[in-house]
């Protein structure tokens, strides 16, 4: 699909340095992904492990969290962006309560960073904070999320400005100012959500 290029997210592609990737190709089947760091705020036992993508004609390595907990997270290693994007495709595949998929950016430790997230269950893309181990609300709106189906999730931010945009379309633009200064960039769940990721890129703008 292809995406219109406006405002932040033009400033944001213009001026991006420091671009971070990651299809898990370096990292061994059934095993965690290398140069990353999982855990989870809150409690649970959240398994996150690079996979083969399963019904696809030519598969790729995919990182799948298929564990349970509060907030799954998995954040890249050395990536410390204030000012920049980050982008992920995933796939909600399963899940009672969610089928959830997530980015995190300015992420500083298990209990402080931003957080996008769009969920088949509820059919919304929502924008967080997490503070002290808390998910706040910051907003949420309606928007497609076909279970089951690849998902392409953005988020491009400049000092307190944040635009979440999902399969190319923007759901959410506004000033917020909770999280602020560097941190890591990485991918998110919630609950009891099977998620596939693949296709991981962060970057600093200059």
Same mark, same amino acid.
């Not at 993508?53 to 509060?70: D, H, I, M, R, W």
């Not at 969610?98 to 509820?122: C, F, I, P, S």
């Given at each position: 699909?292809?995406?219109? +290029?406006?405002?932040?997210?033009? =400033? !944001?592609?213009?001026? #991006? /340095?420091? @671009?971070?990737?990651?299809?898990?190709?370096?990292?061994?089947?059934?095993?965690?992904?290398?140069?990353?760091?999982?855990?989870?705020?809150?409690?649970?036992?959240?398994?996150?492990?690079?996979?083969?993508?399963?019904?696809?004609?030519?598969?790729?390595?995919?990182?799948?969290?298929?564990?349970?907990?509060?907030?799954?997270?998995?954040?890249?290693?050395?990536?410390?962006?204030?000012?920049?994007?980050?982008?992920?495709?995933?796939?909600?595949?399963?899940?009672?309560?969610?089928?959830?998929?997530?980015? +995190?950016?300015?992420?500083?430790? =298990? !209990?402080?960073?931003? #957080? /996008?997230? @769009?969920?088949?269950?509820?059919?919304?893309?929502?924008?967080?904070?997490?503070?002290?181990?808390?998910?706040?609300?910051?907003?949420?709106?309606?928007?497609?999320?076909?279970?089951?189906?690849?998902?392409?999730?953005?988020?491009?931010?400049?000092?307190?400005?944040?635009?979440?945009?999902?399969?190319?379309?923007?759901?959410?633009?506004?000033?917020?100012?909770?999280?602020?200064?560097?941190?890591?960039?990485?991918?998110?769940?919630?609950?009891?959500?099977?998620?596939?990721?693949?296709?991981?890129?962060?970057?600093?703008?200059?």
């Amino acid at each position: 699909m292809k995406r219109a +290029v406006t405002g932040i997210t033009m =400033a !944001a592609l213009a001026s #991006v /340095a420091c @671009a971070q990737g990651s299809d898990f190709e370096d990292t061994a089947l059934d095993a965690p992904p290398t140069h990353w760091h999982c855990g989870v705020t809150g409690s649970g036992t959240p398994h996150w492990i690079v996979t083969a993508e399963q019904g696809s004609a030519t598969p790729g390595k995919v990182l799948l969290q298929n564990g349970q907990g509060t907030y799954p997270w998995c954040v890249k290693d050395g990536t410390s962006i204030t000012d920049g994007f980050v982008e992920t495709r995933f796939k909600p595949i399963a899940g009672r309560d969610d089928q959830a998929g997530g980015v +995190v950016w300015r992420w500083k430790n =298990a !209990a402080n960073y931003y #957080v /996008a997230r @769009a969920n088949a269950l509820e059919s919304n893309v929502s924008l967080y904070y997490v503070e002290g181990g808390r998910r706040k609300t910051i907003k949420y709106t309606d928007a497609p999320v076909a279970a089951a189906s690849w998902h392409t999730l953005r988020v491009d931010f400049s000092g307190t400005h944040i635009s979440v945009s999902l399969d190319g379309k923007r759901y959410i633009e506004l000033d917020d100012s909770h999280i602020a200064g560097p941190g890591a960039a990485g991918v998110w769940t919630k609950a009891d959500s099977v998620t596939a990721f693949s296709h991981f890129h962060a970057g600093s703008r200059n």
